[in-house]
């Protein structure tokens, strides 16, 4: 099937944005049936609103706590706060604790 470039009137900012035939193609081989609603603006803004522009997708860095491993003593930092009820590994110690992952 011919694709031709279409104008598309932006449902958030009202700007006319071209859906252009190349689109039209990249959409149909992901299987998307809609068509945008949003300019290429708007959409960047939507993803930046909802997923953080930290790099990996979903907002800022994770926040890591200071913690001792309890296998070797090394210090080491964990994204979890340590209890204190349950053992914390640095991440060489937890590779050998837990091999499979």
């Known amino acids: 099937m011919a694709f031709k470039d279409k104008d598309i009137q932006c449902s958030d900012c009202g700007t006319t944005f071209t859906f252009s035939a190349?689109?039209?193609?990249?959409?149909?081989?992901?299987?998307y049936t809609n068509e945008p609603k949003r300019c290429p603006s708007c959409r960047q803004a939507r993803k930046t609103e909802r997923y953080g522009s930290g790099g990996q997708g979903y907002g800022s860095r994770r926040q890591m706590f200071p913690a001792t491993c309890t296998e070797c003593g090394k210090e080491t930092?964990?994204?979890?706060?340590?209890?204190?009820?349950?053992p914390v590994?640095?991440?060489?110690?937890?590779?050998?604790?837990?091999?499979?992952?």
Not at 22 to 31: A, L, V
Not at 89 to 101: G, T
């Open 22 to 31: 190349e689109d039209q193609e990249f959409f149909r081989s992901k299987g």
């Open 77 to 86: 930092e964990v994204p979890f706060e340590p209890r204190g009820d349950k």
């Open 89 to 101: 590994y640095c991440i060489d110690c937890y590779r050998k604790v837990n091999p499979s992952r």
